[in-house]
């Protein structure tokens, strides 16, 4: 509900604070003490179009905040998760609307659009009025209205989920029908074209695989010849090294004789023959290790080169050739299966169609029954509003044919307002003050069905009195058992039905400026204001003595 309302320099407010209650509260003051405006502030809290013209006169800025507080599973909880908003504790909107004309919206003081906070308005307070074109005239609105009074919400949310599961079977029929004939356009070319993959066979990671291999193998072809060379050199017909082992064994047969000019020599040449015989073996065991086939060296590039020509070929990288060959064949599978494959699914698609046509027409069945019996509480309510010879109809058209995510009908709320009169929308046939009963009418027989916390009623007891008045009052009081109802009348059989009531009047602040002030009355000054209601500017005895009864009657 409704908690408190802040308002700053809007209009004719210059500083009001008020705090509400549960139940039913009246707004009542003399014509032009600022009503309108207090209506107009909470609007604009919950989302209105803004207007530079709503500043108080000399000021920068206008500010209105309402807090409310509601349950911790109240939809506007959700709403406010979807939308990163921060919904711990009361829900507070504020909006700030500057004299240049622009505004700015905050939920919880977190920045926000305007689109969210009315969304959050929306959810939060309705205002019903003789003007009001957000109240229950959406024909939008009337369908999940019908829902919500004959308890077919379940029954909604299957017809919309079987519509999501038939349109997807019918996406999918047409998607594969699509995959036929683009296949079967450029048969020839895939048959071809799988048959040269399926021959490559390329896998993942080969590329870099064979690059790797043949980088290796060109190195070793290069180091090869190195390593040959030199082990011929050391192991050849031309190797030093018999004749140094010759040289090495004559100079030690005469290392005996002169041991002081041929030991180190012959020391040194033994170490340098063994060095090279070391160096040849070496030489040999790397040559093993470097063996190649020229023919692996050639095949791995032709491999390589056939791979990276296909890639050129169908303009995919060499890793998703696999993924082509794969793909292509799945598209030649589709064709030449393809007709099995489709009938499956267009028989899954009939089957999924009778299953939604079959629970919206259900769903459709049990919504006429609805709309019967909410015409019919509604028309209860008529005569005592003054309304004994007008009808609440439902227009109601089925077309099977007309498949969406609601079903399969067409609502929306009309009304006769006397016999032999066309019926017609309520908003197009109905006057203001027709059109603020039919609201009210429909408001009592939906009770809290389908409705905000908070139900604001801007005089929709304008030009009515005595016991059209008292009805009134009576319906708003049976609201307020449910919802929190605050009620902008002129009647005093409503005002007297009230838990709370506020006096709205203007007083001077300074010689040229006036301000609009709003106070919580209490019984006596009730009795007061409701005997002003009753007999005008002068208040007489007789006039207080039946405002004191109608306060006597309404609580009892």
């Given at each position: ?124 307070v309705e205002i ?124 030690e047969r005469k ?285 007489t005895e007789e ?14």
């Open positions: 509900m409704l908690a408190t309302l802040s308002i700053r320099d809007i209009v004719l407010i210059d500083r009001l604070d008020l705090d509400f209650s549960s139940g039913m509260s009246v707004l009542t003051g003399e014509t032009g003490a600022g009503k309108s405006i207090l209506l107009d502030s909470l609007s604009l809290a919950l989302g209105a179009r803004g207007d530079a013209g709503l500043v108080r006169h000399g000021e920068a800025q206008g500010q209105v905040t309402a807090v409310f507080d509601v349950v911790a599973a109240h939809p506007v909880r959700a709403l406010l998760k979807e939308n990163d908003v921060q919904d711990e504790g009361d829900i507070i909107l504020r909006r700030i609307q500057t004299s240049d004309g622009r505004t700015r919206a905050f939920i919880n003081d977190q920045p926000v659009s305007a689109g969210l906070m009315r969304q959050a308005g929306a959810l939060l019903h009025g003789q003007h009001d074109d957000r109240a229950l005239v959406d024909p939008d609105s009337h369908r999940e209205l019908i829902d919500v009074f004959g308890g077919l919400s379940a029954d909604a949310t299957a017809v919309a989920k079987a519509y999501t599961a038939f349109r997807a079977a019918e996406k999918a029929v047409s998607d594969h029908e699509q995959r036929i004939e683009a296949a079967r356009n450029e048969a020839d070319y895939l048959r071809a074209s799988v048959a040269e993959l399926s021959k490559l066979k390329p896998e993942r990671g080969e590329e870099e695989d064979l690059a790797n291999r043949r980088t290796d193998m060109m190195k070793v072809e290069k180091i090869a010849g190195d390593l040959n060379e030199a082990f011929e050199t050391l192991n050849g017909t031309a190797s030093p090294i018999p004749e140094l082992a010759s040289l090495l064994r004559r100079l290392a005996d004789d002169v041991p002081h000019l041929l030991g180190q020599p012959v020391r040194s040449l033994s170490e340098a023959l063994d060095l090279l015989e070391e160096t040849r073996g070496g030489l040999e065991s790397a040559l093993r290790q470097t063996e190649y086939d020229p023919h692996e060296l050639e095949s791995v590039e032709e491999r390589l080169f056939a791979l990276r020509a296909a890639s050129r070929k169908y303009s995919v990288p060499v890793d998703e050739l696999a993924v082509l060959c794969e793909r292509m064949a799945g598209d030649l599978s589709d064709l030449d299966a393809g007709e099995d494959k489709l009938a499956a699914l267009v028989n899954s698609a009939a089957k999924a169609k009778q299953d939604y046509d079959r629970k919206a027409a259900g769903l459709s069945q049990k919504r006429q029954k609805s709309a019967q019996a909410l015409a019919k509480a509604v028309e209860a309510e008529l005569p005592d509003l003054k309304l004994e010879r007008a009808r609440f109809i439902v227009d109601f058209k089925s077309d099977p044919e007309s498949r969406g995510r609601t079903g399969i009908d067409q609502l929306e709320f009309h009304v006769q307002t006397n016999p032999g009169t066309r019926p017609g929308p309520m908003m197009k046939v109905a006057s203001g003050g027709e059109l603020s009963r039919f609201l009210l009418a429909l408001k009592v027989s939906l009770a809290d069905k389908g409705s905000a916390p908070t139900l604001v009623f801007d005089e929709i007891d304008t030009g009515v009195g005595g016991a059209v008045a008292e009805a009134i009052g009576l319906r708003l009081a049976r609201l307020a058992s449910s919802v929190q109802v605050l009620t902008v009348t002129h009647a005093p059989q409503v005002a007297a039905r009230a838990a709370g009531h506020f006096l709205i009047a203007k007083e001077a602040t300074k010689p040229d400026r006036v301000a609009t002030r709003v106070q919580r009355i209490d019984e006596g000054h009730r009795k007061e204001e409701i005997a002003r209601m009753l007999a005008g500017s002068v208040i006039a207080r003595a039946a405002a004191g009864r109608l306060l006597t009657e309404t609580a009892g």
